[in-house]
C-alpha cells in the first residue's frame, strides 16, 4: 500500500491541507481567484500554486483508487473511491473551469512566454471548449460503471486441483508440457469469463451510450471524435489510425500466420488450438523466472542497474516507501498499471505477478513508466509531468528492450533464448491484437446504437481480418465475447493504439542501443525527463528516434524482429 500522504513538494498550500473534504478545498479554489484578481500577481507563480492544488487532489483520487484495486471486495475502500469520485470530482470540474477562463482572459496573459506555456496554454483551451457542465453527471456514472467492470472482474476465480485461484495464476498451464491439461485450464478460465459474459455487455452498453451523450453534448457526431479532441491527438489521425491497421494487416498478420503454422508442426498437431499457443514448441518445461515477488523486484532491479545504475537507484524508492502491489490474489483487480502520487512525486507500481516470464516484462514495462515519473518529478507544473501517452508507452516498452540482453539474471542460457523469443514473438503479436482493439472502438463509438448481435458479428470479422491460424471449433461462444478481457474498452476507451505507436519507437530505440548502447540510454533519459513540455514529434526526436504511424516505420521495425527471431 501507498504511504499516508505527505506535503513535501507544498509550496503555497498549508501542509495541514487535506483535499477530502469540500469546505477546504472550495476555500482553496477561492483563494487562487482572489490571487489571480490582485494587480500585482504574478501569473507564472499562480500557476505553479494552481498545479499544487490539481496535485493535491489528483493525488487523494489516487490512493483511493490504488486501495480500490488492491482490494476490489473490500466495501470501505469501494465506499472511498466512489465517494470521492461522486461528491469531490464533479464539485472540482466547474471550479477548474472558471479558474481555466480566468486565465485565457487574463490582462497578463501575453506575458506568457509562447516556448514555455504555448502547450500548457493550448491545453487548457482544449479543456473549455470540451466541457459541458451538462457531462459532469455522466462522469460519475462513468466511473461507477467502470468500478463496477473492476469489481466483476475481480472476483473471478476458479477452482483448479481442489483450490481456489486467481485467473492470473492460471497462466502458467498454458506452458504445460501436457496437451490436455493446457486444454483444461483454458476451458476452465475460458468459461468461468463466459459466466459473466452478459453481465459485462450489460456495463458495455451503458458505457457506449453514456460516452456517445458526453459527446454529443460537447457538440460531436460520435465519441471516437470527442475522444481524439479530449486525449489532445494533435499529430494524427483516424485516418492514420486505419492506415495503421491496413499495413499491420498486409505486413504482420502473415508473419503472426508463418510462425503460428511453424508451431502447430513441430507440435505435431492437426489442428492448432488456443491451448497450444503458449507452450514451447520444443517440449522445455515451463520457464519458470521466481516464486516471490520479492525474487521479482531484486532480478528487474538488477536489469534496471545494467541499462544504467541511475534505475537500480530511482527502483529502490518505490520499494523504500511502500509502492509495490506486486502479487495475484482473489478480490485484486486484473492487469498491471503504474501511477503517479502526483503531490510526493512518486509512482505507484501494481501487477498480478504469477512467477511467469510475462511478469518479468510486465515489471520492466512498468518501472519504465516509474522512471518516466521520476525523471520528470522536479517539473512544478502538473500538466507537464506528464508526457502524451503514445510518448509514455516508449518510456515502457522503450525500457523491456534496453533491459532484454539482461535476462540472464532468471534464467540459464538456454532459457534465455527461450525467454527472448517469447518476448520477440509478443512483439509481432501485439501489433494485429492492437489493431483489432482499436478497429474494435473506431466501429464502437461511430455505431454507437448498435446491437450487441451486430456488435459480435463485427468482433468477428476483425478477428478474420487480424487473427491468427488457431482453430476455436467448438468454443465460438468463448471467442466471441474475447474482447472483454481487454480492459481498456471498460476502463480507457479508445486507449490501445497507443500501444502500437510505442512500440514501433521502442524498437527504434533498441536498434539505437545495438549501434550504441551508452548514447541509446541517454537520449532515451533525456526524452523521458521533458516530461510533456514539448509535443510528440520532439519527444520522440529527443529519444533519437522518429513518430510515426506508417508502414515506413512498421516494414523495417517489424523486419528487425523477424531477424531477431532467426537469431535466437
Not at 495464476?169 to 459474459?197: F, H, L, P
Not at 537507484?313 to 520499494?319: A, E, G, Q, S, Y
Not at 514473438?425 to 472502438?441: C, H, R, S, Y
Not at 466471441?480 to 524498437?507: K, M, N, V
Amino acid at each position: 500500500m501507498p504511504p499516508t500522504a505527505g506535503a513535501t513538494t507544498r509550496r503555497y498550500l498549508s501542509k495541514k491541507f487535506a483535499p477530502t473534504d469540500w469546505t477546504a478545498i472550495s476555500a482553496q479554489f477561492d483563494h487562487l481567484e482572489k490571487v489571480a484578481a490582485l494587480p500585482d500577481v504574478d501569473l507564472p507563480a499562480w500557476l505553479v500554486q494552481y498545479s499544487e492544488l490539481q496535485a493535491a487532489i489528483a493525488e487523494e483520487g489516487t490512493r483511493r483508487h490504488i486501495d480500490m484495486t488492491c482490494a476490489t471486495d473490500d466495501k470501505e475502500k469501494e465506499k472511498a473511491f466512489l465517494e470521492f469520485a461522486e461528491n469531490i470530482v464533479p464539485k472540482c470540474q466547474p471550479r477548474w473551469q472558471k479558474l481555466a477562463k480566468i486565465l485565457l482572459s487574463h490582462p497578463k496573459r501575453d506575458s506568457l512566454k509562447a516556448e514555455r506555456w504555448g502547450l500548457f496554454m493550448r491545453s487548457v483551451e482544449n479543456d473549455i471548449a470540451l466541457f459541458r457542465e451538462e457531462n459532469i453527471p455522466l462522469s460519475v456514472e462513468e466511473t461507477r460503471l467502470e468500478q463496477t467492470f473492476q469489481k466483476v472482474t475481480g472476483a473471478m476465480t476458479v477452482t483448479w486441483q481442489g483450490k481456489e485461484t486467481t485467473m492470473q495464476r492460471m497462466g502458467v498451464y498454458q506452458e504445460d508440457r501436457d496437451r490436455a491439461t493446457r486444454q483444461a485450464a483454458w476451458e476452465t478460465t475460458s468459461k468461468r469469463r463466459v459466466q459473466d459474459r452478459v453481465e459485462l455487455d450489460g456495463i458495455y452498453d451503458k458505457l457506449v451510450d453514456l460516452r456517445h451523450r458526453m459527446a454529443k453534448n460537447a457538440g460531436f457526431d460520435n465519441f471516437r471524435d470527442f475522444a481524439f479532441r479530449a486525449k489532445e491527438r494533435w499529430d494524427y489521425t483516424p485516418e492514420d489510425c486505419f492506415k495503421f491497421h491496413d499495413a499491420v494487416e498486409r505486413l504482420i498478420v502473415p508473419q503472426v500466420r508463418r510462425m503460428q503454422a511453424e508451431r502447430k508442426k513441430a507440435l505435431g498437431v492437426a489442428q492448432l488450438r488456443p491451448w497450444d499457443l503458449s507452450v514451447d514448441i520444443n517440449d522445455n518445461p515451463p520457464l519458470k523466472p521466481f516464486e516471490k515477488s520479492e525474487q521479482l523486484f531484486d532480478g528487474c532491479r538488477e536489469m534496471f542497474r545494467r541499462v544504467d545504475p541511475s534505475f537500480a537507484t530511482m527502483i529502490d524508492t518505490l520499494r523504500e516507501s511502500g509502492n509495490l502491489d506486486l502479487e495475484s490474489r482473489k478480490g485484486k483487480a486484473p492487469g498491471g498499471y503504474q501511477t503517479t502520487l502526483h503531490e510526493i512525486r512518486k509512482p505507484f507500481i501494481f501487477m498480478n505477478a504469477a512467477g511467469l516470464n510475462n511478469d518479468v516484462f510486465t515489471f520492466l514495462h512498468e518501472g519504465g513508466h516509474a522512471f518516466h515519473s521520476l525523471l520528470a518529478k522536479e517539473e512544478p507544473i502538473l500538466r507537464y509531468r506528464h508526457a502524451p501517452m503514445e510518448f509514455c508507452e516508449v518510456a515502457s516498452m522503450g525500457m523491456e528492450l534496453l533491459a532484454f540482453e539482461h535476462l540472464d539474471v532468471f534464467y540459464k542460457p538456454e532459457e534465455v533464448k527461450r525467454a527472448k523469443r517469447k518476448e520477440l514473438e509478443g512483439i509481432v503479436n501485439l501489433f494485429p491484437w492492437v489493431a483489432t482493439i482499436d478497429a474494435f472502438q473506431h466501429w464502437v463509438y461511430t455505431h454507437p446504437n448498435h446491437s450487441r448481435d451486430e456488435r459480435t458479428a463485427h468482433w468477428r470479422s476483425l478477428r478474420k481480418r487480424f487473427g491468427g491460424i488457431e482453430d476455436l471449433t467448438g468454443y465460438e461462444d468463448i471467442a466471441d465475447c474475447a474482447w472483454q478481457r481487454q480492459l481498456h474498452l471498460f476502463t480507457s476507451p479508445f486507449y490501445y493504439i497507443e500501444y502500437g505507436i510505442a512500440q514501433l519507437g521502442a524498437l527504434q530505440v533498441w536498434a539505437n542501443k545495438k549501434r550504441n548502447a551508452a548514447s541509446a540510454v541517454k537520449q532515451y533519459q533525456a526524452a523521458l525527463k521533458l516530461g510533456g513540455t514539448k509535443g510528440l514529434p520532439e519527444l520522440f526526436r529527443t529519444a533519437g528516434i522518429e513518430f510515426d504511424l506508417s508502414e515506413r516505420t512498421i516494414k523495417p521495425a517489424i523486419e528487425t524482429v523477424v531477424e531477431a527471431l532467426a537469431a535466437v
